[in-house]
């Protein structure tokens, strides 16, 4: 099968790249870092004025009408320059649900301040012992009582789409405003040096306008938000490989030992050969998977194929970077360390390789009996 990009697909890449490594320094990275929401808010506005932010989003509410397929492209980029912005939130976790499955007032009020880069969202789609909401219904709306974990970007969005359990016992998507009264958000921090605050709430109101879908719809509504979620992560995390195998590259290269490159030398050859085999499965199963799912085909055994190799593959290709760099491959002067700290934290994010190979094979248990 032939994964070639077209040629608009290969420009909106190129612009991508352009934006995100104009704007990313080390410095500016350290700067953002050490900020308090660890968002970068100017990049975040360029890449609103250049559109990239509406990439799914239709013509009529300020986007460009493009598919999954452009939307991955970006996630890539972002993966290569590990860009603190919430792209995978806000667009996929939010902007793609709601364009989906809201109603005709949540997509004028929402998509368009999307495409602008004014509105952030979210999604509580972490599975964490101890989590689950419930929701019931006072007849002027709704009230929501409980907890999600670890939601990202939750800290700077305006929505965040959280499912929640009925008294009929069936599961709801609601859009929280997590400033409102009732709601509270612990800030956490990760490893890779962003935020995931826990989301607690009580007795938070919600109006019925602010409901996702059909009453009782939300399982049918987590799942399609889900498989979009691991195709992004799968497309960050090639980028993040990606990005850490040129660095490697271009080191092993340059540094010399004995009077030669080390890149020279068989052991580094065999280590990078083992990364580059890693990347290449890491690339074709994300876009088999994305070829699928752009056609509204079954993707519910090249997902976990796809999220096996980017959780595995993308920690074997960072680690092996950093083991070719040496010392400085560990040094936070150094850019390396950031994309396997990337790297590990993409692996666990829905589900690690073990959790997609148990996944698999319960596939193939329901199959043979």
């Given at each position: 099968m032939d994964f070639s990009h077209s040629e608009d697909q290969e420009a909106l890449r190129g612009l991508a790249r352009e934006i995100l490594s104009d704007q990313l320094s080390q410095d500016r990275l350290r700067a953002v870092t050490a900020s308090e929401d660890r968002i970068d808010r100017e990049?975040?506005?360029e890449l609103a004025k250049a559109n990239l932010l509406g990439l799914t989003i239709s013509d009529e509410h300020g986007g460009s009408g493009f598919g999954l397929a452009e939307l991955a492209l970006l996630q890539q980029e972002i993966g290569r320059t590990v860009a603190p912005v919430p792209a995978y939130p806000t667009l996929v976790l939010g902007a793609l649900a709601i364009d989906e499955f809201g109603s005709d007032e949540l997509r004028a009020v929402w998509l368009p301040r999307v495409a602008s880069g004014d509105a952030m969202l979210s999604a509580a789609t972490a599975q964490v012992a101890g989590d689950g909401v419930t929701a019931r219904h006072d007849g002027t709306g709704w009230r929501l009582e409980g907890r999600c974990s670890l939601v990202p970007a939750g800290h700077v969005a305006q929505r965040?789409?959280?499912p929640a359990a009925t008294e009929e016992g069936e599961l709801s998507v609601f859009l929280v405003?997590?400033?409102?009264?009732g709601a509270q958000l612990d800030r956490v921090e990760t490893t890779d040096d962003q935020l995931r605050p826990h989301l607690h709430l009580k007795s938070v109101r919600v109006p019925d306008a602010e409901l996702l879908g059909e009453p009782g719809?939300?399982?049918k509504i987590m799942e399609w938000i889900h498989e979009r979620a691991i195709l992004s992560l799968c497309a960050t995390q090639l980028g993040v490989a990606e990005r850490a195998l040129d660095m490697t590259a271009a080191y092993t290269t340059e540094r010399q030992q004995f009077n030669r490159p080390i890149g020279s030398f068989q052991a580094v050859h065999q280590r990078a050969a083992d990364a580059h085999v890693q990347l290449q499965a890491m690339k074709v199963t994300l876009w088999r998977a994305i070829h699928l799912l752009s056609r509204n085909e079954d993707v519910s055994e090249?997902?976990?194929i796809a999220k096996y190799w980017a959780s595995v593959g993308g920690a074997f290709v960072t680690f092996a970077a950093q083991h070719l760099h040496g010392g400085i491959g560990v040094d936070l002067d150094y850019p390396l360390?950031?994309?396997y700290l990337w790297a590990r934290q993409i692996g666990l994010h829905l589900?690690?390789?073990?959790a997609q190979l148990a996944r698999l094979g319960e596939r193939i248990a329901c199959k043979e009996s």
């Open positions: 990049l975040w506005a965040i789409l959280v405003d997590s400033r409102c009264e719809s939300g399982a090249i997902l976990p360390h950031r994309y589900g690690t390789g073990t």
